[in-house]
């Protein structure tokens, strides 16, 4: 992971910390062997998402649970399939996902309900309902940023 210049090393520590409670357990790990975009790794974009997401509340000094906000951003595509391989069924994957994470992540990390709205909505406005927490907005636009950049990468490769 690239140290952000203007990330404080206590914040950098702070995100570490948080980050490992749930990166190192064997479910999170499996998030490596899925392709989520272009050759991003669900596993990789899925950090990317609490990273880009705890500095935008930093940076934008947001009265949110930061502990509650990097948990969910790693949790928000717990799923356990590759979702371009259509002859297994993963049909809609872009509806369905965020029900299937939030389900999975109620079941292997015991989250509070808050959490579980974080997650749920993260696909708007592709799912019809919004966010109804600031932390849920702000993994729903990072998530956003993350995907684009991974696509980006891809195609730079390619
Ligand atoms: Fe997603
Ligand atoms: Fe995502």
């Known amino acids: 992971m690239k140290k952000s210049k203007k990330l404080p090393e206590e914040s950098l520590i702070f995100f570490k910390n948080e980050i490992h409670k749930i990166i190192d357990t064997e479910p ?3 998030l490596k062997n899925y392709r989520h975009h272009g050759n ?3 596993y990789t974009h899925t950090i990317a998402v609490a990273y880009l997401s705890f500095c935008f509340a930093l940076r934008h000094r947001s009265s949110v649970d930061l502990s509650a906000l990097i948990r969910s951003a790693l949790l928000h595509d717990l799923y356990f399939y590759d979702w371009h391989d259509k002859t297994k069924g993963f049909h809609f994957h872009g509806y369905k996902h965020p029900k299937i994470a939030m389900k999975n992540a109620v079941s292997l990390y015991h989250i509070s309900q808050r959490e579980q709205r974080h997650i749920k909505h993260h696909m708007f406005p592709l799912t ?3 966010p ?3 932390e849920g907005w702000i993994i729903c636009w990072c998530d ?3 995907t684009w950049k991974d696509y980006r990468r891809h195609q730079k490769k390619h």
């Open 40 to 42: 991003v790794s669900t």
């Open 128 to 130: 019809l309902i919004p």
């Open 144 to 146: 956003k940023v993350a």
């Open 28 to 30: 999170f790990q499996k």
């Open 132 to 134: 109804t927490t600031k």
